[in-house]
């Protein structure tokens, strides 16, 4: 297992303390202080990698060993400034419908790894929809996405006092062009530390 630890935004390398264990139960770690990484993996346990760094949000990922080609897992960590939100990029929903895509299980569970690693974290899950339609509709439907996000966290032994939803529906758009790829950019969860 290898990657690096590199700016979400510049992709340079960020000096972090990065952590390893076997997830969930932890009888396998080490630690460094680097922006590169490598270890190895012993058995099919699955692995989560921490990196933390100062003027950055901690980001945990969570490695499979079954994801391993040629003997190898390449994974960089994607550090973002402290202040900064971080879009949940896989998750996907049912159009117009606060249903989960089980492809999105992943993403959501590295997310778990990541509050149970760092237990002071607490969260708040930011929904946005495009701006098509009914804008009270729209609302509604980014409040329940982000509360089914919110559920499936909870579900992995996550305290609910721990994380807070917040919509906003398309009143905040990444993009107002009128195009499908512009409204799917638009269509996201992001997550805000609120304390670290």
Known sequence: MQGKAVDALTGKGVKSKISYKSYPT?????SKNDSA??????????????????GYLPRTILVDPKEAS?????????????????????????????IINPQSFAELDEVVAMM???????????????????????????????DAVKKYIVSKG???????????GGTQPLSNEKTEDARSLNRRVEMRILKN
């Open 26 to 30: 932890g009888s396998i770690s080490g």
């Open 37 to 54: 990484y490598s270890f190895s993996i012993f058995g099919s346990s699955k692995y989560s990698v921490t990196a933390e760094a100062t």
């Open 70 to 98: 040629d003997l190898k897992i390449l994974r960089d960590l994607l550090m973002v400034p402290t202040g900064q939100t971080i879009r949940l990029n896989h998750l996907i929903f049912t159009q117009g419908k606060a």
């Open 116 to 146: 149970k690693v760092n237990e002071k974290i607490e969260i708040q899950l930011e929904g946005h929809t495009d701006s098509q339609g009914n804008a009270s509709a729209n609302m509604e439907l980014s409040q329940d996405r982000v």
């Open 158 to 168: 996550i305290d609910k006092n721990r994380i807070k939803t917040k919509a906003f």
